[in-house]
Nanobody, 127 residues
Framework: QVQLVESGGGLVQAGDSLRLSCAAS??????MGWFRQAPGKEREFVAA??????????YYVDSVKGRFTISRDSDKNTLYLQMKNLKPEDTAVYYC????????????????????WGQGTQVTVSS
């Protein structure tokens, strides 16, 4: 049974940092990503990492480039999102997502590319 369990969210002030983790179990994945959903808004893409050959490629939404870093530890089957210089507009529930499909078939920013989702972790950034 596949499970994705996020952790690391919390309440921080603007300019602070947080690191989110997503522990995966049940299988390994070709691609994993983070999405977020703020109140009253649609779930949006944040970052993703995909395996191509022997290496990974990373993808980010423009609004987090230079502030967020996605990475994964294959040995632990865990995905991370290091978030720095957080802003109030980063406030949202953050969801981990995973896909076992071939990476060349994926649109990494698209929700439909991912087959598995975690329950989410709340990140609140106060001004």
């Amino acid at each position: 049974q596949v499970q994705l369990v996020e952790s690391g969210g919390g309440l921080v002030q603007a300019g602070d940092s947080l690191r989110l983790s997503c522990a995966a179990s049940g299988r390994t994945f070709n691609a994993m990503g983070w999405f977020r959903q703020a109140p009253g808004k649609e779930r949006e893409f944040v970052a993703a990492v995909g395996r191509f050959g022997i290496g990974d490629r990373t993808y980010y939404v423009d609004s987090v480039k230079g502030r967020f870093t996605i990475s994964r530890d294959s040995d632990k089957n865990t995905l991370y999102l290091q978030m720095k210089n957080l802003k109030p507009e980063d406030t949202a529930v953050y969801y981990c997502a995973a896909s076992s499909r071939p990476t060349f078939t994926l649109v990494f920013s698209g929700r439909s590319s991912y087959d598995y989702w975690g329950q989410g972790t709340q990140v609140t950034v106060s001004s």
